[in-house]
């Protein structure tokens, strides 16, 4: 026990051989193995023996340093995730430097990028060389800031801006154009990525993303998703994908599918004690009537599940119409939602613009004429106003309960105060920046920036 050394809850390792000069590692006698967070995983023979290439992130704070790293292959482990799924995990063998001490340690593969820390030092490697002392840190090995930036000063790049991928459909479209414009204006090199010319390989060990012709789309910082809702099973495919392989992508595939869906979506809303106008959903016509009368009679409003630019949102005038044109959606087997009309809001609804848990615009939207659908789309004018402090919790509330980053989130007026209408995950640039003269492209970009620190 004597020499036994006291080793604090996160320390810095040093892995000469495979060239990383430092990472933190957080101390971990719950695994038995340690563990590095690696990509790019590749089992390759040499000398008649099974090494592994992979790529290493070493810093927590910089993910634009990347090592490329080769070790020995000496076992295959099934390994329990968190969420209780077994996978196969490459286990190499390699000798690691803490403090004064170097010996050979067997690091886990890990090739999902979801560890806060780069690298666990399991209890293999502490037994019999350390006493865990989970209050204190880096008891082995101080490295200060400057002796970091000096081990890996040869490392940084000569990279002034991120690699964006901006995954949308058409690159003339204003809200893409911007988005594009405002990255490189900021020293970003952003790449057009039609998300139907991308495709992808799923394996354990070496999952990729390619694109039409063949290249392999990898080094990419972030993601912008602007998915179309054709398109919204296949986009969220693919940014999953981005995301297994560590890409920040900025609109999760989750929020978006849950964003896409109105009564799923109004169903998180009524969950999270979020008001929004009184709803119906039934699967028979023999409910109609009753789904009527819930929603407080007519005029109401119809619209389908799956619906933008207010193409699929009806308004029935008399009880007779409500009742023939939900009847008649359901002959057909089309989901609807049945909703309250919210007459004194006269046909203006807002659009708030949140990115970040910040409303960094808002637009009031009036209908045309004889309209009741605020939408640009639908002939709406659009004009600055100011928000109540209700209105803004509201948005960043609906915001989060769908955890969108970049959310464009309709609010009406109602006598009972703010509702919410919907949340969209690819709001348009168009009519709030013109509207407001707001930059919105540029708040886009410094929020991806502020995420993955890079400034
Ligand atoms: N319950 C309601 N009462 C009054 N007006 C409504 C109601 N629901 C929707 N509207 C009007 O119809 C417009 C379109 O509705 P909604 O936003 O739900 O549909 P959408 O087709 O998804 O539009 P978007 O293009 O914003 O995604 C709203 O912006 C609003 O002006
Ligand atoms: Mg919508
Ligand atoms: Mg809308």
Redesign the pocket.
């Known amino acids: 026990m004597e020499d036994l050394k006291i080793i604090g809850s996160e320390e810095w390792c040093v892995f000469k051989s495979l060239g990383v000069p430092a990472i933190k590692a957080r101390v971990d006698s719950g695994a038995k193995t340690s563990s590095i967070q690696a990509t790019s995983l590749k089992v390759i023979t040499k000398n008649n023996q099974e090494w592994v290439k992979f790529e290493v992130t070493p810093l927590q704070e910089n993910r634009s340093i990347t090592i490329p790293c080769e070790a020995r292959l000496v076992d295959r482990r099934m390994v329990k995730s968190s969420s209780g799924i077994s996978e196969e995990r490459l286990v190499v063998k390699t000798p690691v430097t803490l403090g004064e001490d170097t010996f050979d340690i067997e690091l886990t593969l890990a090739n999902r990028d979801t560890m806060e820390f780069r690298m666990l030092l399991g209890r293999e490697a502490l037994t019999d060389r350390y006493i865990v002392n989970p209050a204190v840190n880096n008891q082995i090995q101080e490295f200060t800031e400057d002796e970091i930036s000096a081990r890996y000063k040869p490392y940084f790049k000569e990279k002034t801006g991120l690699k964006i991928g901006l995954l949308a459909s058409n690159p003339k479209l204003y809200s893409n154009m911007r988005l594009m414009e405002a990255a490189e204006a900021r020293g970003h090199e952003i790449v057009f990525l039609n998300v139907e010319q991308a495709y992808m390989k799923l394996d354990a060990h070496s999952p990729e993303i390619r694109y039409r012709g063949g290249n392999i789309l990898k080094d990419f910082d972030a993601v912008i998703p602007r998915i179309k809702p054709a398109v919204t099973f296949y986009g969220c495919a693919v940014i999953r994908q981005f995301n297994n392989l560590g890409v920040y992508c900025q609109n999760s595939a989750e929020s978006i599918t849950q964003s896409r869906d ?1 009564l799923f979506a109004s169903q998180l809303f009524s969950k999270n004690d979020i008001h929004i ?1 009184i709803t119906g959903f039934a699967k028979s016509p023999m409910d109609t009537k009753d789904l009527i009368k819930m929603v407080n009679g007519a005029p ?2 119809i ?2 599940l799956e ?7 009806v ?1 029935a005038e008399t009880n007779k119409a409500a009742e023939s044109v939900i009847n008649a959606f359901k002959s057909v087997n089309t989901n609807i939602l049945v ?5 004194e ?1 006269n ?3 807002i ?1 708030c613009f949140v990115v970040n848990g910040k409303v960094v615009a808002s637009m009031q ?1 009036q ?1 045309e004429k004889g309209e ?4 640009i ?2 002939g ?1 004018k659009a004009s600055m106003i100011k928000i109540t402090q209700e209105e803004k919790k509201l948005a960043l509330k609906a915001s989060k309960a769908l955890n969108l980053a970049v959310a ?1 989130v ?1 609010i ?1 007026r109602s006598n009972k105060g703010p ?1 919410l ?2 949340v ?1 995950s690819s709001p348009g640039l168009e009519g709030i920046e013109n509207a407001t003269g707001k930059d919105i492209a540029n708040e886009m970009i410094r929020a991806i920036e502020r995420k993955l620190k890079f400034s």
């Open positions: 109105k106008p109401l409003i619209k389908l619906s933008t630019q207010g193409k699929g949102v308004l909703q309250e009309f919210i007459k809001a046909g203006q609804d659009r939207r209908a009741f659908r605020a939408n789309h639908q709406g464009g309709d009406i509702l209408l919907e969209n």
